[in-house]
């Protein structure tokens, strides 16, 4: 037919607007006398604008148009198609996603027929329809075609969206099925002497046996056979062997009709090297002996398919068991990771970016993901044993192992992969896991996928997103601690009888396992989400809270936290998911009082504990003061600035005491601090920064409700003591001193009375009764002590230190700093110490004399009765108290000499002593090691009782609770005893000879 050329440019721009990349040449084919009887018919050209590939789609329908034979099968063919929709539909989709199902047609012409039907039984065939419609294959030619014919309809149902990638993955599996079953008839018919000797069961593995298989796949299998009729056994597993090795063949040779696909043995015991054919018996005896962990997560997929069912039924039932016990091997977790883990290593460079199936965010992560999940939570819920991925998926989130969303984003993510890779795989039937490069093949997929609106980019961008999803959720799944503690406890420990669990916490040293049990009960009976995960997570927190001095304290506490949280979304899924964070609750709440204190009054803190934000670092003192002034910026008067203020203190508090938990006890995923001293200077640090920005906030709400912008004098707060030193311990008062300055032309009384009423408001609302832990300020060590006023001038300290200060009041001053408040003023007041502190011309030996004589009596008079001074961590020999006067007695004779002594800190200074000489080496370390063990007694004592102390407790199971803080295990109290009384022996040693000894 000849065109004119205003007919051939609106045809042009018809074919353009329908989606044909090559117009010119689509046009001659529509010119072509195949289709010269429809060629304007609007129906043919707007359906084929609906295919992946319209050009390939008309190319497809012209050889199927010649291949038929005469102008009446051409005819026929072509009325059904422009009359039935469902047909046209079904015939251009296919001949528009598969090069491979066109040649198919084009050499069996009258296979198109097999679209024709629409009915019900049509739409989702099984094993049943796929049998009959391989019956006529009487060779493996013939077999190979009624399988394309089978396939041809799957594909068909695909690409029209009649059936989503599960149904056509568990069709494929089905139509893989029966062909096994004509192939093994085939390999029978050709040697019925072989089939007579034995019963032979194949058994699908990997997506065949999960019902889930791909277009093109290696068929994965494993034989079983047994001799029957009294037959010699090593006769019938020969004979066995050569019927699967026949089956084989039939299926994956090459012939005039191509290949369907591989059949693969390799999954069988020893692999390649094994028989092809064992009998039940003998798998039975090498999975039991044998066996590696990957062979264990690949009979989760096995499936009798073919041969004799009822072996391989006997097959899987016999194999089953040692499959749910396969998590309980040693390593079962890590030997899992680091299998998936060298695969990715495996893959070529070049193809890691494309690689759909083995790369990170691919198919595999997902699979590999949930079967972990699967082996270690299906051993005690039968409801997670489905060999099916997506259906496995299902069960886990119904059973609270996996979060809702992450189970609904991994389930998309994977049908949208399994999408992916079927139409890769269906354009030329060839087995491939790489993401073409090739435009043109891009905007095929796209299309075929439904995006048609800049295809390629379209796909890219929606594979990239799902692999971004896949890859994140399959490190926080596949990674997670709980997953490796779940898979170590004890065969029946994963879910918890009665019975057993009183067993299981009597053996763990729980001293009420009546109380514990209703703890458990109440927290893990019913049928609810909530309930489900609480199963899940208590065996393994059951054994958490046992390492440690008081298990009930963190059962109890763990069910407290669980019904202040049990309506919050987050908490459970933050305890199952987010890395650590379950095995940092259990040591935090079974370390002793006060951070489950603090936890309680505001139980969302847990999740601090979680990896994300943060977590447990403690934050610097700008971030603390920045949020401090916001919430009092937002508060409506100072009353309920404060109170923002300390529930910000309380919630770091518990914070900086989870941290110092962790890093001393140690989790099985963040061993214990190797450095005690980092510890200790981390609590000191993270306390005093939060006293400072604590003592800011209530600073600025005072002043904006008494005076609003600007207070009539200046006015800054100077740290003393451990605040000053930044070593400040949880329940330390904070040692201040106050001191402002009338601004101008301010009266000096205005300015006093404005300073006294900041002060006193000050400590009024940060020792109010309330849910928060008070903030004591104590300004004892001011000038004339409790007789003096709260607050100077700078002017009045200036004349009280020149005229009237002690030495003591020098020595004081070695830790003075500012904290809050205005901050030219504290620089000021540090000028006017300076000299005070620092001596130039050292201390006379009156001064050292005094300094001596002070504390001399202190150990005498401030010591409590009753007490072993040899025990008591401040005063007692070699306690914080003898650390801390030799190194100031030192920073007083030489500071104005040795810079580095200059400090308020303890061991910045004892450092400085060192490098300066003034110390030797040896004595500083004994020194160091003495004051980091006293000081992390006293917050051993505080975190364990929930309130200060200086002495060892006396009740043992808070004594063995500070023991695990400092590193000794059960029954070691007595050791830790005796390690701190050499400790302090040799530090008192080295004191009384710096201290007392020296001229």
């Not at 898979?487 to 009420?512: K, T």
């Not at 000191?684 to 920005?693: E, P």
């Amino acid at each position: 037919m000849t065109s004119v050329p205003g007919r051939r440019s609106s045809t042009f721009t018809r074919l353009l607007r329908h989606g044909f990349t090559d117009p010119a040449a689509a046009e001659r084919l529509l010119d072509g006398p195949e289709l010269a009887a429809v060629r304007d018919d609007p129906v043919l050209l707007e359906a084929l604008g609906g295919t992946a590939d319209p050009d390939l789609a008309l190319l497809g329908l012209v050889r199927l148009l010649e291949a038929q034979t005469g102008a009446t099968g051409r005819q026929e063919l072509l009325d059904t198609l422009i009359a039935a929709k469902p047909l046209r539909d079904r015939l251009l989709g296919v001949l528009g996603a598969s090069e491979a199902l066109a040649d198919h047609l084009a050499r069996h012409a009258g296979d198109w027929q097999a679209l024709v039907t629409y009915e019900a039984r049509d739409l989702h065939p099984g094993v049943t329809e796929f049998e009959q419609g391989l019956a006529e294959a009487t060779d493996p030619v013939s077999l190979r075609v009624a399988y394309r014919r089978c396939l041809l309809s799957i594909a068909a149902r695909d690409v029209c969206g009649t059936t989503e990638v599960s149904e056509t993955a568990a069709e494929l599996a089905d139509l893989a099925t029966a062909t096994l079953r004509a192939a093994l008839a085939l390999a029978e018919a050709d040697a019925p002497e072989d089939a007579a000797l034995c019963r032979l069961a194949v058994v699908a593995m990997g997506k065949c046996g999960g019902h889930e298989l791909n277009y093109v796949s290696d068929v994965d299998v494993i034989f079983v056979g047994e001799a029957v009729n009294g037959a010699d056994e090593d006769k019938a597993l020969r004979a066995a062997a050569r019927l699967a090795a026949h089956m084989m063949r039939i299926c994956s040779a090459n012939t005039v009709e191509g290949t369907i696909w591989p059949v693969d043995a390799n999954l069988r015991p020893e692999g390649r090297n094994g028989p092809l054919v064992r009998t039940l018996a003998s798998h039975r005896a090498y999975y039991q002996r044998w066996a590696k962990t990957w062979e264990f997560q690949a009979l989760l997929k096995a499936r009798p398919v073919a041969g004799d069912l009822a072996l391989g039924e006997e097959y899987v039932a016999a194999l089953r068991p040692l499959v749910w016990q396969a998590a309980e091997r040693e390593n079962f977790v890590p030997d899992v990771q680091k299998m998936r883990r060298r695969v990715i290593d495996n893959i070529p460079t070049a193809e890691v970016d494309r690689q759909l199936k083995l790369g990170p965010g691919g198919l595999r992560d997902v699979e590999f993901a949930v079967q972990l999940l699967q082996l270690v939570h299906g051993r005690a819920d039968a409801s997670l044993r489905s060999g099916t991925t997506l259906d496995a998926l299902k069960a886990l989130a119904a059973g609270g192992y996996v979060g809702r969303a992450d189970a609904a984003q991994l389930d998309d993510a994977y049908r949208f992969l399994r999408s992916l890779e079927h139409r890769i795989q269906l354009f030329r039937l060839r087995r491939t896991h790489l993401v073409p490069e090739d435009d043109a093949d891009l905007r095929r997929i796209g299309r075929s996928l439904g995006l048609r609106t800049d295809p390629v980019t379209s796909l890219t961008r929606e594979w990239r997103r799902h692999a971004s999803v896949v890859r994140r959720l399959h490190e926080k799944l596949f990674y997670r601690p709980l997953l490796d503690a779940v898979a170590q406890l004890a065969p029946g420990e994963a879910r918890l009888s009665a019975a057993a669990a009183r067993e299981r916490l009597v053996a763990l040293g729980y001293a009420d396992p009546a109380a514990a049990l209703r703890h458990l009960e109440a927290l893990a009976s019913g049928v609810t989400r909530k309930a489900a995960i609480q199963r899940t997570l208590l065996p393994v927190l059951l054994g958490w809270f046992a390492d440690s001095a008081d298990p009930d304290a963190g059962l109890l506490n763990f069910r407290k936290v669980s019904d202040a949280l049990g309506r919050t979304p987050w908490y459970l899924r933050l305890l199952r998911d987010e890395g650590a964070a379950a095995e940092n609750l259990a040591r935090v709440l079974s370390a002793g009082r006060l951070a489950p204190d603090l936890l309680l009054r505001a139980p969302e803190a847990v999740a601090l504990l979680g990896d994300g934000d943060g977590g447990l670092r403690p934050r610097t003192r700008a971030h603390l003061e920045q949020e401090v002034l916001a919430a009092v910026r937002r508060a409506d008067g100072a009353t309920q600035a404060v109170d923002a203020a300390r529930g910000i203190r309380r919630r770091e508090l518990f914070r900086t005491a989870a941290t110092d938990i962790i890093g001393s006890y140690g989790t099985e995923s963040q061993p214990a601090e190797a450095d005690q001293g980092a510890l200790v200077d981390l609590v000191g640090g993270a306390v005093s920064d939060l006293t400072a920005a604590t003592l800011a906030g209530t600073l600025r709400a005072v002043v904006r409700e008494g005076w609003g912008d600007e207070l009539p004098t200046r006015f800054a707060i100077i740290g003393m003591g451990r605040f000053g030193g930044h070593e400040l311990g949880y329940g330390s008062d904070a040692d201040v001193l106050f001191v402002h300055e009338p601004r101008d032309g301010v009266d000096e009384r205005e300015a006093a009375d404005a300073a006294g009423k900041v002060v006193a408001e000050m400590r009024r609302l940060l020792q109010a009764p309330s849910a928060d832990p008070p903030l004591i300020v104590d300004a004892d060590l001011r000038p004339e002590g409790r007789s003096g006023p709260l607050v100077r001038t700078l002017k009045s300290y200036e004349a009280y230190y020149r005229r009237w200060s002690l030495v003591w009041e020098r020595h004081a001053l070695l830790r003075a700093e500012h904290v809050a408040g205005d901050e030219d003023l504290g620089r000021r007041f540090a000028e006017l110490i300076d000299p005070l502190r620092y001596p130039p011309a050292g201390l006379g030996e009156d001064d050292v004399r005094e300094i001596r004589r002070l504390k001399a009596r202190m150990e005498s008079e401030r010591l409590p009765r009753g007490t072993d001074p040899k025990l008591h961590v401040k005063l007692g020999p070699g306690g914080l108290s003898d650390v801390e006067w030799t190194v100031q007695l030192t920073q007083l004779r030489h500071a104005a000499h040795v810079p580095g002594l200059r400090t308020t800190r303890t061991r910045e200074a004892l450092a400085a002593a060192r490098e300066a000489g003034l110390i030797s080496a040896d004595d500083a370390e004994v020194l160091d090691e003495a004051w980091v063990l006293a000081t992390g007694v006293r917050n051993a004592v505080m975190l364990v009782r929930g309130r200060a102390g200086d002495t060892f407790p006396a009740a043992p199971r808070d004594l063995a609770a500070v023991g695990r803080y400092l590193g000794y295990g059960a029954g070691r109290a007595g050791d830790m005893l005796d390690a701190y009384r050499r400790t302090a022996r040799r530090a008192r040693g080295v004191m009384e000879e710096l201290f007392y000894g020296s001229s």
